[in-house]
């Protein structure tokens, strides 16, 4: 799809540099929209400039946890877009300073300067009164935009999959090291991965006004799997044979109290808590047709997309011929 050369006005996408922020950014400039970038890193948003035309990318410097720099990102844009999230806390970048303070510094600053909504992604699972502190904390900044702006439009993503993803990307890079792969609580947790392209088309349309003003969106895939059947999925495509090992929960957390620890956080006590709770697509959100099917977006699935990136994880790589 070529870029719409009409400008639309300008959007500022906080965590714009990121796995889903670099397709939302995409999205955005294909339709004619000018994007500014709002990330804690800007020297490390180089890979957006190419994304649309000169001068329509801004990567700007901005930090949830300063207000500042929250208001100074937002000032003259005709929308928000607010995508920061943590999967694990990093020194002073917690649960609570991103997912709750940072949504409704954002939310605030919008606010602050006319828009009487934003376009605040979450994920299907927040909960106030859940033992997760990442799902309890979502559901907290949930709360905190609808306070301060009603009309905001919340977007819960089931796992989203792509070429940059953090959950078919981290496997397979074990199965290129590990005889073995773990399945915590047995692998039977349900997902409904839902592709990062779908997600970002979902956003823009938000942005153009095209979602219900003060709804929740519930956005998954086509296919229900469960843990076990992601990691099957994934082996498959990289033509490997792992074995599979199920962890039970108490086992689960003790090696995620050590690996909490160690670089990269592959686990932590509080993803395995989240992995005690289906992650799907609620019954409610279908009957109130507030998934990403409302959007027009027929969702694409596993099949299309894996083999296009996890290929590079083969013994001998992407040109490896296999069986047909």
Known sequence: MAIAYADKGLVTVFGGSGFL????????????????????????????????????????????????????????????????????????????TVHTFGARAVAEAARGIGLDAITHVSA???????????????????????????????????????????????????????????????????????????????????????????TTYELGGPEVVTFRECMELMLREIDRKRLLVPLPWGVASLIGSIAQHLPGKILTPDQVRQLRHDNV?????IAENRTIQAFGVKPTSLAAILPTYLSRFRARGEYENRPA
């Open 21 to 96: 922020g670099r397709h939302v950014v995409r999205a955005l400039l294909k339709r004619g929209w000018r994007v500014r970038a709002a990330v804690r890193r800007p020297d490390l948003a180089g890979h957006l400039q190419p994304l649309g035309m000169v001068g329509w990318v801004q990567p700007v410097q901005a930090n949830l946890r300063y207000r500042w720099s929250v208001d100074r990102a937002v000032d003259g844009a005709d929308a928000v877009v607010n995508l920061v999230a943590v999967l694990a806390p990093s020194g002073r970048q917690t649960f609570d």
């Open 281 to 285: 697509v609620s019954e409610a959100a």
């Open 124 to 214: 299907i699972g927040a909960d106030p009164d859940s033992e997760s502190d990442y799902a309890r904390t979502k559901a907290e900044g949930e709360a905190a935009v609808r306070e301060t702006l009603p009309q905001s439009v919340v977007m819960r993503p089931s796992i989203i999959f792509g070429p940059e993803d953090h959950f078919f990307n981290r496997f397979a890079g074990m199965a290129r090291m590990s005889p073995a792969l773990p399945l915590i609580g047995g692998g039977k947790t349900r997902f409904q991965p839902v592709f990062v392209g779908d997600v970002a088309a979902a956003i823009a349309d938000s942005v153009e006004g095209r979602a219900r003003p003060a």
